[in-house]
Structures are given as structure tokens and as C-alpha cells.
């Protein structure tokens, strides 16, 4: 990658943090020694749950559970401006969202990890921009590339140094839920030219970059998307769970590689 020379990144040494949004399968970090939690209050509401502060190889990092401890909240009813903006305040290098998707693609089967390049957004009903209300200046925020390349450079770098095989773009679809999709509505995401489908890169994504965050995804593929693979006619829902398990050691991988190279 182009980046890779000033990647790895002394930037993350010292002050600066890597701030790391879990998803499902990922609520906590195991190797993470903690050093304390803290409930922090936005103009927009209370985030998912306490951040969780502590070290990952020696680095400051801190961790937040998109869904709530306990895996409770919804992807539609997460507060992600509360989330974005309380991230935001520790001013951390690196926003990495962990995010579980279907696979939309065939090579995209589960366990596959993808670090996507653009998103489509098929959400509705949430609050999707800081940009609003009394006196606010109209703002319009440039969205071309929706992820940070610098990040986007360190977590395909962090993945070869942990010989973790992971694919490098991809088209997110952001779609509403809690539902998973019909056949019909998988065929015309692929038709837009979707690779990966899940239920929280938006509005999330764009409000990192409304703050300016350097901000990428890690998706994981739990399960073949509505209509595909082998089980054409339901998602075994039952086996996303291991899937994800087995997923999130690899992630876990290559997140302590992000703030060890
Ligand atoms: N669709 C939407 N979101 C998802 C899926 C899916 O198939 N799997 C995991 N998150």
C-alpha cells in the first residue's frame, strides 16, 4: 500500500489512541488490559455503553461496544451520534469499526474478512448528521471516499504482518433491519453493485467523517447473504454464532498488529 511507510504508525505511540467500535462477535477485546471504564454524556445522548480504556500491547486504546454491553441494542435504535461524538472527544488517530455483514459476492463466504472501499445507504429513520438544528450553517461534507484511506492502508498492513488473508475494498450495502433481507432485495444490492451487506456503516460512517475521524471498517462475513451459497432458501442462523467466534481470534489478530507495527 502506499501508505506503508509512514504506517505503521509512531503516530499511534504516546498521546494518540486507536479507538476500536466492536460489533457483534466482538464485544470485548481479550487481550486488552483494562484499566477503567467511563460513561461519558453527548449533546445527542448517551452512548452504547461505558468506552472501555486500556492497553493493547502497551498502546492507549479504547473500546466501545456498538450494541451495548449484553449485545442489547438494535442496529436502528443505536445512538452512533452519541457514539461518534464521545469517541471524537479523546481525539484518537484511528476510529476502527469491527462490523459483522453478509456476503453478497460468492468469494465473500464466511469467516472472510474485507476492509470495504465505498457504502451504499439503504437506512432510514435514523439520526444520520451533526449538521442540523437552530442556527446550525448549512454543511454539506465531501463523502466521495467514505472511509479513510490512511486507515483503511493501516489495517490492510496490520492483516499482512499477521498473515491474515483479507480482501482489500468492497461495496458496504447499509441496510435498516433488525431484519435480515429477502432474495429479491439481496439480487438488486448486487445489482447496485453491492459485495457485503450489514446493518450499521450507516449512518456511522458518515458521522466519523462529519468529525473529521480517520475512520475504516473491518467487516466479517458471518453468513451468505438472503438467496445465496448453499442454503438458498434461509440463512442458518444458527451457525453465524460460531462463524463469528472463530472470525473475531483473526480479528483480534490483526487489531493487536495494528498497534504493534
Ligand atoms: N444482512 C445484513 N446484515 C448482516 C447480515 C446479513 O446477511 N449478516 C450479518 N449482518
Known amino acids: 500500500a502506499e501508505f506503508a511507510g509512514d504506517l505503521c504508525s509512531k503516530k499511534l505511540k504516546g498521546k494518540t489512541m486507536l479507538a476500536i467500535i466492536g460489533g457483534s462477535g466482538l464485544t470485548q477485546l481479550s487481550c486488552l488490559e483494562i484499566s477503567h471504564r467511563q460513561i461519558i454524556r453527548t449533546p445527542y445522548g448517551e452512548p452504547s455503553g461505558p468506552l472501555t480504556f486500556g492497553k493493547l500491547h502497551g498502546e492507549d486504546i479504547v ?92 489495517l490492510l498492513q496490520a492483516a499482512s504482518n499477521a498473515y491474515e488473508a483479507i480482501f482489500d475494498g468492497g461495496v458496504y450495502a447499509a441496510t435498516q433491519g ?48 438472503a438467496g445465496r451459497g448453499v442454503n438458498v432458501n434461509a440463512i442458518p442462523l444458527k451457525e453465524i454464532h460460531t462463524v463469528l467466534e472463530q472470525a473475531m481470534v483473526r480479528v483480534r489478530n490483526i487489531l493487536e498488529h495494528v498497534v504493534n507495527c
Do not use: C
Request: glycine share 8%; net charge neutral; charged share 15%.
Open 63 to 154: 473500546f466501545l461496544a456498538r450494541h451495548g454491553h449484553g449485545h442489547t441494542i438494535p442496529p436502528h435504535a443505536i445512538n452512533y451520534r452519541a457514539n461518534l461524538w464521545a469517541l471524537h472527544s479523546l481525539k484518537p488517530a484511528h476510529v476502527i469499526s469491527v462490523a459483522s455483514v453478509g456476503g453478497i459476492r460468492a468469494d465473500l463466504t464466511p469467516g472472510k474478512l474485507v476492509v470495504p472501499n465505498q457504502i451504499i445507504d439503504y437506512t432510514y429513520g435514523r439520526n444520520f448528521t451533526f449538521f442540523e438544528g437552530k442556527d446550525q450553517p448549512v454543511t454539506h461534507i465531501d463523502f466521495t471516499q467514505p472511509y479513510s484511506q490512511q486507515t483503511r492502508a493501516l
Open 178 to 225: 433488525p431484519r435480515l433481507e429477502t432474495a429479491a432485495e439481496i439480487n438488486r444490492l448486487e445489482r447496485d453493485g453491492a459485495d457485503i451487506v450489514g446493518m450499521t456503516g450507516m449512518p456511522e460512517t458518515a458521522l466519523a467523517r462529519e468529525l473529521g475521524l480517520s475512520y475504516a471498517t473491518l467487516a466479517v462475513v458471518a453468513n451468505q447473504a
